[in-house]
Structure formats: C-alpha cells, structure tokens
C-alpha cells in the first residue's frame, strides 16, 4: 500500500472512531439532569448548554433587529442610512465587551474549574440582557 494510501486509511479510521465516540458521550449526555447536574463535567455540559441555548436566542433578536432596520432604511434618504451596519458594528463590540467582562469577573479563578464555570454564567448572564435589549430595541421600532 503506498505512503498516501496509509494516510486515506488512517484519516478514515480516525474519523470513524471520532464518529463513534462522539455518538457515545451524546447517548451518555442525554441523561444528564441538568436541573440538578452532580459533577463538574455535567455542570459544564449543563453550562455549555444553556450558553448555546441563550447564544442562539441573542442571534434571532439580531437577525429580527437587522432585518427591521434594513427595512426602515429602505425608507430614508441615502444621508440618514446605516442603521443595519451601525448596529453591526455594536453587536462586535458587545462581542468583545462580553468576553472582557466575563474574563475579568472570573480572573482570580483563571486555570481552575470555578474560573471556567464562572466565566460561562457570566456569559450567559450577558447574553440574556443583551437578547432583551436586542427584543426591546425591535418592540421600539415596530410600526
């Protein structure tokens, strides 16, 4: 068997044994409670969770945001438009705040298990208050 068909097999072998383990940790992950999580590793799967959950929440409000913006700036004159990049713009900031708050607030636990969790919640926390600011800036610009 030549050089590269030693690297096809074994990247297909890799790829099934990933696959596989990846099919197991989720079976193992559906029975965690996460209303009352044991140990570290269901916490942070509980964490990791409710971020990606609040995460994409905060992503719908933007989408429903933007798209009302794009439509009310189809309605200005071309020196009144860019509400839809200017808020683009403040969602990457947000962005970069959220990450520097949240790194800061767990700064003295940095490196450990309390550090992660408590980087995480902050997060979540933050994505939750934006995603209302996100749906209250919508319910403002509702005709």
């Given at each position: 068997m030549s050089v590269r068909g030693l690297i096809l097999?074994?990247?297909?072998?890799?790829?099934?044994?990933a696959s596989t383990a990846r099919a197991e940790e989720e079976k193992v992950n559906e029975n965690i409670d996460c209303g009352y999580p044991l140990t570290n590793a269901e916490r942070s799967f509980c964490a990791e969770k409710a971020l990606k959950e609040a995460d994409?929440?905060?992503?719908?409000?933007?989408?429903?945001?933007?798209?009302?913006?794009?439509?009310?700036?189809?309605?200005?004159?071309?020196?009144?438009?860019?509400?839809?990049?200017s808020l683009d713009e403040a969602q990457t900031a947000?962005?970069?705040?959220?990450?520097?708050?949240?790194t800061a607030y767990s700064f003295p636990f940095k490196g450990g298990t309390r550090g992660d969790e408590l980087y995480r919640n902050c997060l979540i926390v933050l994505t939750m208050k934006r995603t209302e600011d996100l749906d209250a800036t919508v319910e403002d610009y509702a005709n």
């Open positions: 097999l074994a990247l297909a072998l890799f790829l099934a044994t994409a929440r905060m992503h719908e409000a933007f989408d429903r945001l933007r798209t009302r913006l794009v439509e009310i700036d189809a309605e200005l004159p071309n020196h009144l438009k860019g509400a839809p990049a947000w962005k970069s705040y959220a990450d520097k708050d949240c």
